[in-house]
T-cell receptor, first 117, second 114 residues
Framework: AQKVTQAQTEISVVEKEDVTLDCVYE???????LFWYKQPPSGELVFLIR??????QNEISGRYSWNFQKSTSSFNFTITASQVVDSAVYFC??????????????FGKGTKLTVNP | DAGVIQSPRHEVTEMGQEVTLRCKPI?????LFWYRQTMMRGLELLIY????????DSGMPEDRFSAKMPNASFSTLKIQPSEPRDSAVYFC????????????FGDGTRLSIL
């Protein structure tokens, strides 16, 4: 069965620090997708990134960057120069093949990030 | 463009009552998902639909839970009878033609069963 582990339950940093959120996954599928979602205190889930298993190129979007390494089954997320508005719970997720020929998302338990001023 | 719309945002009801949660997916999205979020179990997929047809309901906890999608723009998740352990945030999400496309989530319904 698919599994996503986010070992860091909570992280607290001071504004402007860099922070990396870890995500380790398990799957027997050769084709799969990895995702990161953000859940701010207001509660909604915001999609951040989707990466397929054949694309190991790192991605950067502003202050956000993602490091995908198949060799270690990891898909880590780094926020550079963190800001108070980055405070949220961040979820890593893995697509899992299910009956009907489609996929569903398996989520990690999330990492709560607090950025203090 | 309107996102996924869920109603109500908050629901407080007494044990034994019927609860109906509603969802309007993004227009043109073929997939609709219902998730439940609790502190203990995190985010769990309950059921998902493709083109209004339920595909996988293996996550539905028990027979007290049922979901329908009568048309492409509306889905309901019903709990009857409700129990205190059903208290959670319920999210609806939709995605375009394949389920591994990004899922767009609604704001959730916070359900409290007293």
């Amino acid at each position: 069965a698919q599994k996503v582990t986010q070992a860091q339950t909570e992280i607290s940093v001071v504004e402007k620090e860099d922070v990396t959120l870890d995500c380790v996954y398990e799957t027997r599928d050769t084709t799969y997708y990895l995702f990161w979602y953000k859940q701010p205190p207001s509660g909604e889930l915001v999609f951040l990134i989707r990466r397929n298993s054949f694309d190991e190129q790192n991605e950067i979007s502003g202050r956000y960057s993602w490091n995908f390494q198949k060799s270690t089954s990891s898909f880590n997320f780094t926020i550079t120069a963190s800001q108070v508005v980055d405070s949220a719970v961040y979820f890593c997720a893995l697509s899992e093949a299910v009956k009907g020929g489609s996929e569903k998302l398996v989520f990690g338990k999330g990492t709560k990030l607090t950025v203090n001023p | 463009d309107a996102g996924v719309i869920q109603s109500p945002r908050h629901e407080v009801t007494e044990m034994g009552q019927e609860v109906t949660l509603r969802c309007k997916p993004i227009s043109g999205h073929d997939y609709l998902f219902w998730y439940r979020q609790t502190m203990m179990r995190g985010l769990e997929l309950l059921i998902y639909f493709n083109n209004n047809v339920p595909i996988d309901d293996s996550g539905m906890p028990e027979d007290r839970f049922s979901a329908k999608m009568p048309n492409a723009s509306f889905s309901t998740l019903k709990i009857q009878p409700s129990e205190p352990r059903d208290s959670a945030v319920y999210f609806c999400a939709s995605s375009p033609d394949r389920a591994n496309q990004p899922q767009h989530f609604g704001d959730g319904t916070r359900l409290s069963i007293l």
